[in-house]
């Protein structure tokens, strides 16, 4: 029987890279001052990152395949504080493009096969309710880093924020070293790049992988148009300041929140497909609800964020046990299907952030129908996914 591992240790390494983004964020205008670049230079560091999660956790899971969840993990975790070193050190925007480009490399690895680790462990049932942990923590890092990076860089400079990566990263390789087991009990007898095509291939065939892969895409989509476009609603439509905008904020990352605890707890009583069809339920009620207030009532703060809220609480409600099911749906490749989920969702997710920028020129009732179409689109993904392997094992059965 697989060892398995503390779950403190889980949720610190699948933290790490999520705080690493966005601790940043606040000091970014300090840092480009500094380093005399404008806006549109430094903005590198925050989209070279994301591409790089993307493509990192695509080759992380098909390396832990082949070498094992361990030492892709330590390396990673290597790569993530020399990262975080040379950025802290750096002179120049282009060391420091470096420094998150290797940042986001190791990250990768470990907010990919942290979720394998716990497919190995404890198989797709009960996987299923300890991902919601995971998920909650990514959440709650991904909420307090702003507003600790922005502490950080006021205190000390922007280079500290680095400093506190290093610290973070370092400790968790130092856990990881002595405690981390390996979990891998079948490992891939090869790594060609035709193998590995084949892989992917093979996971894009599965009607299951598809389905559960683009609920969980089009669920963060919906939440990538809201994050992109919210703020300018905030500030220019409605008058507001950037601290309105913080404090209605944690309507909708506290309902993430409370719908990843749902999960964990509701996983133990109620089917995968039937926890998924319950939270992208709540997500297209949600959506539809913040276009018809929009359409009745105008535009306003509680209008703007309670419905949102509302749509997220179904996205943390059904977000876990998706990622779960998709994982668990390609047997013998859970670390490639771990990656390749994460790399599709980062990548599909940054193009339709972009394009928020590019609906708020119109009426904001164009970004509204956006995100109630992506919470359509992740209905009707999970049920028709749902459907055919209903059929398929009927047909098998028979």
Not at 25 to 30: T, V, W
Not at 106 to 130: E, I, K, N
Not at 149 to 157: A, D, F, M, T
Request: aromatic share 10%; proline share 3%.
């Amino acid at each position: 029987m697989l060892t398995p591992p503390a779950s403190a240790l889980l949720i610190l390494m699948a933290t790490a890279s999520p705080l690493a983004l966005n601790a940043f964020l606040p000091a970014m205008p300090d840092a480009a001052r500094m380093l005399g670049v404008d806006a549109g230079v430094m903005q590198l560091t925050f989209t070279l990152y994301l591409l790089t999660l993307a493509f990192g956790q695509l080759i992380s899971g098909q390396l832990g395949d082949y070498f094992g969840r361990r030492p892709v993990i330590l390396v990673g975790f290597g790569l993530h504080v020399l990262g975080s070193g040379i950025a802290a050190l750096s002179g120049t925007v282009e060391a420091l493009i470096v420094g998150r480009i290797l940042q986001a490399l190791g990250g990768s690895a470990a907010m990919a096969l942290a979720r394998t680790v716990l497919l190995d462990v404890y198989g797709r049932q009960g996987a299923a309710g300890r991902m919601g942990y995971l998920v909650m923590a990514i959440a709650l890092a991904q909420t307090l880093a702003p507003a600790l990076g922005g502490v950080l860089n006021l205190w000390s400079g922007w280079q500290s924020v680095f400093y506190l990566s290093i610290a973070m990263g370092g400790t968790v390789w130092l856990i990881a070293l002595w405690y981390l087991p390996e979990t891998c009990a079948e490992r891939r007898s090869s790594l060609s790049l035709f193998s590995v095509l084949q892989s992917y291939k093979g996971l894009l065939k599965s009607v299951a992988y598809r389905g559960y892969v683009l609920t969980t895409t089009a669920l963060a989509c919906g939440f990538y148009l809201f994050i992109g476009s919210a703020p300018y609603l905030v500030v220019e439509s409605l008058g507001g300041t950037s601290a309105d905008y913080g404090f209605w904020f944690l309507t909708v990352s506290l309902a993430f929140l409370l719908g990843s605890f749902m999960s964990t707890r509701l996983a133990h009583h109620i089917d995968l497909d039937g926890l998924i069809v319950i939270g992208n339920g709540l997500a297209v009620l949600g959506a539809l609800l913040l276009l018809i207030f929009y359409c009745v009532q105008g535009l306003s703060l509680p209008t703007l964020f309670l419905p949102m809220a509302l749509m997220i609480l179904g996205r943390g409600l059904s977000q876990p046990v998706a990622q779960t099911a998709a994982i668990s749906s390609s047997a013998g490749s859970t670390g490639a299907a771990s990656g390749m989920m994460g790399f599709i969702q980062l990548l599909v997710g940054s193009m339709v952030a972009q394009s928020a920028s590019w609906l708020i020129r119109f009426d904001p009732i164009w970004i509204f129908a956006a995100i109630l179409l992506t919470a359509l689109l992740a209905m009707a993904a999970q049920v028709y996914s749902w459907s055919q392997c209903r059929s398929a094992k009927q047909y098998n059965d028979e």
